[in-house]
């Protein structure tokens, strides 16, 4: 089974657009369905028929919510470890350059922000190394090389 690493901020977002989803949004879609039936022949009614496609759509997300949140592991605020782990904020070095990444689980990876995945290549190739290892991270672009200086 596999496990979906999440910040508590993040699972809690995610258990508020459930229940947001569960109520609020089955009520709408249910509403809308009604008063497309009042316009009559619904094999020609293109309200109905978009109806019962953005329900189909919140019935699958809340499905996909439901099994994520199965399977959700928090992630733990690490301190002292020697090595990188999912939750980690770790600062590496990439020639003369200075990057700081923080290890999440694919669900809240954002790179733009520095949140890197751990099952992207990068957050791959960094998990369980040590402060002055060098990591060599095999991506689309071809091979880089990044030296761990600090992690937190």
């Not at 999440?6 to 369905?33: D, F, M, N, V």
């Not at 689980?105 to 751990?118: A, D, H, L, Q, T």
């Given at each position: 089974m596999?496990?979906?690493?999440?910040t508590e901020e993040r699972l809690r977002e995610l258990k508020e657009e459930l229940e947001t989803l569960k109520t609020k949004t089955r009520l709408e879609i249910a509403e809308q369905?009604?008063?497309?039936?009042?316009?009559?022949d619904l094999s020609e009614n293109s309200e109905?028929?978009?109806?019962?496609e953005e329900q189909s759509h919140v019935e699958a997300r809340i499905f996909e919510l439901e099994n994520l949140l199965k399977r959700a592991v928090i992630i733990q605020k690490t301190a002292g470890n020697d090595h990188v782990e999912v939750g980690s904020?770790?600062?590496?070095?990439?020639?003369?350059?200075?990057?700081?990444?923080?290890?999440?689980?694919?669900?809240?990876s954002k790179p733009e922000e520095g949140k890197v995945s751990n099952e992207s290549p990068l957050g791959r190739?960094?998990?369980n190394a040590k402060v002055g290892e060098d990591?060599?991270?095999?991506?689309?672009?071809?091979?880089a090389s990044y030296q761990i200086t600090k992690i937190e």
């Amino acid at each position: 089974m596999d496990k979906y690493y999440l910040t508590e901020e993040r699972l809690r977002e995610l258990k508020e657009e459930l229940e947001t989803l569960k109520t609020k949004t089955r009520l709408e879609i249910a509403e809308q369905l009604k008063r497309a039936k009042e316009y009559g022949d619904l094999s020609e009614n293109s309200e109905y028929a978009e109806a019962r496609e953005e329900q189909s759509h919140v019935e699958a997300r809340i499905f996909e919510l439901e099994n994520l949140l199965k399977r959700a592991v928090i992630i733990q605020k690490t301190a002292g470890n020697d090595h990188v782990e999912v939750g980690s904020h770790v600062t590496v070095r990439k020639g003369d350059d200075i990057f700081q990444y923080h290890i999440v689980g694919s669900n809240e990876s954002k790179p733009e922000e520095g949140k890197v995945s751990n099952e992207s290549p990068l957050g791959r190739g960094l998990l369980n190394a040590k402060v002055g290892e060098d990591v060599i991270v095999v991506t689309p672009a071809g091979k880089a090389s990044y030296q761990i200086t600090k992690i937190e």
